[in-house]
């Protein structure tokens, strides 16, 4: 396996500098941690307690932010990895070889449709459990993590946003080894429920501005990617 150092931003963050998904899959596989995806925005406000958990963990570049502070640090062939896209490549990775899938997040109609919508692209997956993200109290939380230490799952993924899903996946991983991701809305987006931007606008890494388009709203988010994108180009990140 080919060796891959984290790259130390300036104020702390630690990311790998991955150059592809299959890159990011192999490390993976052999490191069994919790994938974090990482954008601008988790970069200028980490936290002591964001920066823990990206930091002893896999944090990778899910936006364009991310990918051009990596480039700033002189490592060129680093690359956007969108988790939303990620996950999939893993399931059609790892479920060829056999692996097994337990998944957790959003509403239990979505969660439902997501799991027969893998059962339809991915032919012979082996999905062992799966519950809804509304998990009420510790009792909810510890039955989780009982079913999941007896079902043994090669790959868990959780989408519930941050940092709720890596707190939740930090007490996974201790109680079973496994390959963890955060997803966020991505059970949404795979089943339709929310739109993508068009390929266009991803392939230009344009995403955050047709966001903008369809959301006014998030102008004061996008206001920190400026700044961001600008603190890089001075050498502050």
Same mark, same amino acid.
């Given at each position: 396996?080919?060796?891959?150092?984290?790259?130390?931003?300036?104020?702390?963050?630690?990311?790998?500098?991955f150059s592809s998904n299959e890159e990011l899959?192999?490390?993976?596989? %052999?490191?069994? !941690? #919790? =994938?974090?995806?990482? %954008?601008?925005? !988790? #970069? =200028?406000h980490a936290t002591e307690q964001t920066k823990s958990i990206i930091n002893n963990n896999i944090g990778y570049s899910d936006g364009i932010g991310a990918v051009m502070a990596l480039q700033k640090h002189g490592f060129a062939n680093a690359k956007k990895l969108p988790g939303c896209e990620l996950w999939l490549k893993i399931v059609e990775s790892l479920s060829q070889q056999g692996k097994t899938f337990y998944l957790v997040g959003s509403k239990q109609e979505v969660i439902e449709t997501t799991v027969l919508q893998l059962k339809q692209d991915f032919a012979g997956i082996q999905i062992v459990g799966f519950r809804n993200g509304y998990i009420q109290n510790e009792d909810e939380k510890n039955q989780l993590i009982s079913d999941i230490v007896e079902k043994k799952p090669d790959v868990?993924?959780?989408?519930?946003?941050s940092p709720k899903q890596e707190l939740l996946m930090e007490e996974m991983l201790q109680q079973h080894k496994a390959i963890y991701q955060g997803l966020g809305g991505s059970f949404d987006v795979y089943t339709g429920n929310v739109k993508r931007a068009p390929q266009w606008w991803v392939s230009h890494n344009l995403e955050f501005a047709y966001r903008l388009l369809k959301q006014p709203t998030r102008i004061k988010r996008q206001i920190h990617l400026v700044k961001f994108l600008l603190m890089v180009k001075l050498g502050r990140f």
């Amino acid at each position: 396996m080919k060796q891959i150092e984290q790259v130390t931003l300036r104020n702390g963050v630690k990311l790998y500098p991955f150059s592809s998904n299959e890159e990011l899959i192999d490390f993976v596989s %052999n490191e069994k !941690k #919790i =994938l974090v995806a990482v %954008n601008a925005e !988790k #970069i =200028l406000h980490a936290t002591e307690q964001t920066k823990s958990i990206i930091n002893n963990n896999i944090g990778y570049s899910d936006g364009i932010g991310a990918v051009m502070a990596l480039q700033k640090h002189g490592f060129a062939n680093a690359k956007k990895l969108p988790g939303c896209e990620l996950w999939l490549k893993i399931v059609e990775s790892l479920s060829q070889q056999g692996k097994t899938f337990y998944l957790v997040g959003s509403k239990q109609e979505v969660i439902e449709t997501t799991v027969l919508q893998l059962k339809q692209d991915f032919a012979g997956i082996q999905i062992v459990g799966f519950r809804n993200g509304y998990i009420q109290n510790e009792d909810e939380k510890n039955q989780l993590i009982s079913d999941i230490v007896e079902k043994k799952p090669d790959v868990v993924f959780v989408a519930m946003g941050s940092p709720k899903q890596e707190l939740l996946m930090e007490e996974m991983l201790q109680q079973h080894k496994a390959i963890y991701q955060g997803l966020g809305g991505s059970f949404d987006v795979y089943t339709g429920n929310v739109k993508r931007a068009p390929q266009w606008w991803v392939s230009h890494n344009l995403e955050f501005a047709y966001r903008l388009l369809k959301q006014p709203t998030r102008i004061k988010r996008q206001i920190h990617l400026v700044k961001f994108l600008l603190m890089v180009k001075l050498g502050r990140f």
